[in-house]
């Protein structure tokens, strides 16, 4: 094995043990691995296989002591058939305009981060976040990633004021969201829904697999909504597999990271 194969391949890394943000009396801790070079796309895509998550030029997965409750959740997309709930989430906002721009932020957008926290997760990890850190947050990113910003059409039928925005990564078989916010005064629109309806039907006309939801944290009310999603799939110590209708998923260990077999940059 050659000295220049070995530097392809990732290292892993623990954090230490910190307060679970999710899971009242929880220790957290993470294994990471660094996303650089030329493969940060391939390696993604692999690991995010395996159940990370990406943030900046990390990619991340829950490594707790005792603690399975974090499950990677993703959505069948060609299977999925919104609800009647999600089809009038549908109707109420066909007044806004969708756009998807550059991972390049904002001011506005970071506005509109800003009021987000302060309502819905005050005292949390991000209700510090100034910036420069969410431009860190937007911008440091190595592998194909875009926004998805939405609008209030004016009566004029242009785009008005930003009312929700998505950071997504493109993968070879689907769209990971990894961060959303949304104007807090809006709550009827239910614009978290609604955009994760809208991930599924970019990634239906990409003729994309899935859509990634991240982590379905079973006993936190904040994560109970991705469970919706149906038909969704958990990944769990035997792989990815459906969640029956009963949404009564055991926890298992999820699956060790598998060897990463680097493709070919796209």
Same mark, same amino acid.
């Given at each position: 094995m050659t000295e220049h194969y070995l530097s392809r391949l990732p290292q892993f890394f623990l954090t230490p043990g910190g307060a679970c943000p999710y899971l009242p009396g929880k220790v957290e801790r993470k294994v990471f691995a660094r996303l650089m070079g030329p493969h940060a796309g391939s390696l993604n895509d692999a690991l995010t296989h395996s159940g990370f998550r990406r943030s900046q030029m990390i990619a991340y997965r829950p490594a707790c002591d005792g603690c399975t409750a974090c499950v990677s959740v993703r959505v069948i997309v060609n299977e999925f058939i919104p609800d009647r709930t999600m089809r009038r989430m549908d109707r109420l906002n066909s007044d806004l305009?969708?756009?998807?721009?550059?991972?390049?932020?904002?001011?506005?957008?970071?506005? $509109? $981060?800003?009021?987000? $926290?302060?309502?819905?997760?005050?005292?949390?990890? *991000?209700?510090? *976040?100034? $910036?420069?850190?969410?431009?860190? *947050?937007v911008e440091e990113t190595p592998i194909d990633t875009i926004l998805v910003e939405y609008r209030l059409r004016d009566s004029d039928g242009r785009a008005g004021p930003l009312i929700a925005c998505a950071l997504t990564d493109v993968l070879q078989d689907g769209l990971s969201m990894v961060y959303s916010f949304f104007d807090p005064d809006m709550a009827l629109r239910s614009l978290g829904t609604y955009m994760i309806l809208d991930h599924v039907r970019a990634a239906r006309s990409k003729r994309l697999s899935y859509v990634y939801l991240g982590y379905w944290v079973r006993g936190s009310r904040k994560m109970d909504y991705k469970s919706r999603f149906r038909p969704l799939e958990v990944l769990g110590s035997s792989g990815w597999q459906r969640l029956s209708q009963e949404a009564t998923y055991e926890h298992s260990t999820p699956p060790a990271v598998p060897p990463i077999v680097l493709s070919p940059s796209r």
């Open positions: 305009i969708r756009t998807v721009v550059p991972p390049e932020a904002t001011r506005e957008q970071f506005t $509109l $981060l800003q009021r987000y $926290l302060a309502s819905r997760h005050s005292g949390g990890g *991000m209700s510090d *976040m100034g $910036l420069f850190d969410y431009v860190a *947050m």
